[in-house]
């Protein structure tokens, strides 16, 4: 009975490399996030979908591209890894995105990038 | 946008203390100001949640409260255990969006 489950967990890749994180969720909710929380523990937003529509997409480099196939499920495509993109990446979600709701995290995927 | 600062950034306490963690925001429209414990290794979970028209709320040995006209909020936690290790965040939404600015977590450690 997961709520929001994320895959893969732990994710070594070379510079340059392209790569995937999935990410889905089963509490029926409308809105869906991707964090970065990197070595410093700082939590920063990059995009929110509502619905399978962007509604967030702050200052993140256009390697990084969301999609949203359906509410249930966003993905995170990162092209030509540079090694700052080394950090743990979580999905998270919330009911809709009137504010004020509470966010439910998945349980991150750790990217390395050597 | 939204600024959110937290602090201290590490706080150490013997077990059955009490701990505070204060934190500030710039954006007079926030309205929903969450905290979330982080255990090592594990996601972000909210444990206790206040929104502007509250100035204090409680569960069990935690409490928030909440002073709009100073844009600060505290978290409490009292006869801490060493279960309460942990990075705590507290969060404040940038005006009435679901779009959450952290601050960057206090570390808090419970000795037994």
């Known amino acids: 009975d997961t709520a929001v489950s994320q895959t893969p967990k732990y994710l070594v890749t070379q510079m340059g490399n392209d790569k995937s994180i999935k990410c889905e969720q089963n509490?029926?909710?409308?809105?869906m996030y991707w964090y970065k929380q990197d070595s410093k523990k700082f939590l920063k937003i990059m995009f929110s979908y509502n619905n399978k529509e962007l509604i967030i997409n702050e200052t993140v480099p256009n390697r990084f591209s969301p999609k949203s196939p359906d509410k249930a499920h966003l993905n995170l495509h990162i092209n030509s890894l540079e090694l700052g993109d080394s950090a743990v990446y979580f999905c998270?979600?919330?009911?809709?995105?009137?504010?004020?709701?509470?966010?439910?995290f998945g349980p991150g995927t750790r990217l390395t990038v050597t | 946008g939204e600024n959110v600062e937290q602090h201290p950034s590490t706080l150490s306490v013997q077990e059955g203390d009490s701990a505070v963690i204060k934190c500030t925001y710039s954006?007079?429209?926030?309205?929903?100001f969450p905290w979330y414990k982080q255990e090592l290794g594990k996601r972000p979970q909210l444990i206790i949640d206040?929104?502007?028209?509250?100035g204090e709320k409680k569960d069990q040995r935690i409490a928030v409260t909440l002073n709009k006209t100073a844009k600060h909020f505290s978290l409490h936690i009292t006869e801490t255990q060493p279960e309460d290790s942990a990075v705590y965040f507290c969060a404040a939404t940038q005006g009435g969006s679901e779009k959450l600015v952290f601050g960057k977590g206090m570390k808090l450690t419970v000795n037994p």
């Open positions: 206040i929104r502007s028209n509250v």
């Open positions: 509490l029926g909710h409308d809105t």
């Open positions: 998270a979600s919330s009911q809709d995105h009137t504010g004020g709701r509470e966010q439910y």
């Open positions: 954006d007079s429209a926030s309205n929903y």
